[in-house]
């Protein structure tokens, strides 16, 4: 069953570490969700088990209602930092997903010029080249990797559609300086087979892959909400701030998403 889903079109703004306020555009339905991986993770739960009885919303609806709340926050003296394409799936998946950036873009231009424009995209549709015409226009286009095993992909993300990891990762080494990695380290089983991706086997490729893109940070995390596969264990804090400075070493800058109080719980335990 899901585990959260957001609204639709717009919803927010919410606080976010990495974006400050951020006002979500969720181009999926609102009641559902539809995305090109089906990860075993995500928080909006698996696709069969939400399925959604309504359509996306309309490119004119989605530019209205985002102008309509940007200038609600304006008159309440709260702006916002970041305006960012997540929600319910995959958002690149909307047919108009080009048009509706180019929309969004004239709106933040007259309304919030300050704002940031992100999007977190699971990069399967970036060989599309409308696709990543739009996503160049995105001041932190956010791309997931979370491994480079072939096997781990198919077990946890699951992609629903075609997908060449090898393309994708020579596509964003064009984007070098200008795309962030965000990767999900987390333990754990799924069917009974380990799912953990935060040991060297895993991240030694990851690290190189990072190295061969260059990109403008990485962002790494771990499980924050109920995970749809129970079996799944969230990766030790301390391991993710290993991971990090293994980045740093590799001159890369990285944001570790870890709570002050979940390395002391595990500094006692230790």
């Known amino acids: 069953m899901p585990t959260f889903l957001f609204a639709s079109p717009v919803?927010?703004?919410?606080?976010?570490?990495?974006?400050?306020?951020?006002?979500g555009v969720n181009l999926l339905p609102a009641d559902g969700k539809l995305c090109t991986f089906d990860c075993l993770y995500c928080e909006c739960g698996r696709n069969a088990d939400a399925?959604?009885?309504?359509?996306?919303?309309?490119?004119?609806l989605v530019a209205d209602r985002l102008e309509a709340r940007?200038?609600?926050?304006?008159?309440?003296?709260?702006?916002?930092?970041?305006?960012?394409?997540?929600?319910?799936?995959?958002?690149?998946?909307?047919?108009?997903?080009?048009?509706?950036?180019?929309?969004?873009?004239?709106?933040?231009?007259?309304?919030?010029?300050?704002a940031k424009l992100c999007v977190l995209?699971?990069?399967?549709?970036?060989?599309?080249?409308?696709v990543a015409e739009?996503?160049?226009?995105?001041?932190?286009?956010m791309f997931k990797i979370d491994a480079l095993d072939d096997d781990w992909v198919r077990r946890v993300n699951r992609p629903q559609c075609p997908y060449n990891q090898a393309a994708l990762v020579e596509a964003l080494k064009a984007w070098q300086g200008r795309c962030i990695i965000q990767t999900m380290f987390l333990c754990g089983t799924a069917e009974g087979v380990s799912v953990d991706n935060t040991t060297d086997d895993f991240v030694e490729p990851w690290l190189e892959v990072l190295r061969r893109i260059r990109p403008k940070y990485?962002?790494?995390?771990?499980?924050?909400?109920?995970?749809?596969?129970?079996?799944?264990?969230?990766?030790a804090p301390e391991r993710l701030i290993e991971i990090g400075e293994r980045v740093k070493a590799a001159g890369i800058r990285v944001q570790v998403s870890v709570k002050a109080s979940e390395v002391r719980r595990e500094k006692e335990r230790t």
């Open 11 to 23: 919803f927010g703004p919410v606080h976010s570490r990495r974006l400050g306020l951020s006002l």
């Open 51 to 60: 399925r959604p009885k309504t359509d996306m919303p309309a490119r004119t």
């Open 70 to 114: 940007i200038r609600a926050l304006a008159q309440a003296g709260t702006p916002i930092d970041a305006i960012t394409f997540a929600g319910n799936g995959e958002p690149t998946m909307h047919p108009e997903f080009a048009e509706i950036v180019e929309d969004t873009i004239a709106v933040r231009d007259r309304l919030a010029p300050a």
């Open 121 to 130: 995209t699971n990069s399967t549709n970036l060989l599309k080249p409308k």
């Open 134 to 141: 739009a996503l160049a226009r995105f001041d932190l286009p």
């Open 218 to 235: 990485v962002s790494i995390y771990s499980l924050d909400r109920d995970a749809p596969c129970s079996t799944l264990k969230k990766a």
